[in-house]
């Protein structure tokens, strides 16, 4: 008998200049993008953002990121 676990991960990816760097969670996001930092905490902890939904991801990208 084999077992075989399945990790569900959602990963996201962000383009910065000519490169694509992944993330997955907050923290992965805070080192693509330092300097958004701030928004980013206070985005995710205002509204509960899960980053296995993938509208919310989108939503807290397009928040932190018009106000550059």
Partial sequence: VEIYTYKDETSYWLKTGRKMKRFRDMKSLVKIL????M???A????QNTNFSNHSEVLELLVSCLEKT
Avoid: R
């Fill in 34 to 37: 330092p300097e958004k930092k």
């Fill in 39 to 41: 928004e980013i905490e």
């Fill in 43 to 46: 985005y995710v902890k205002k």
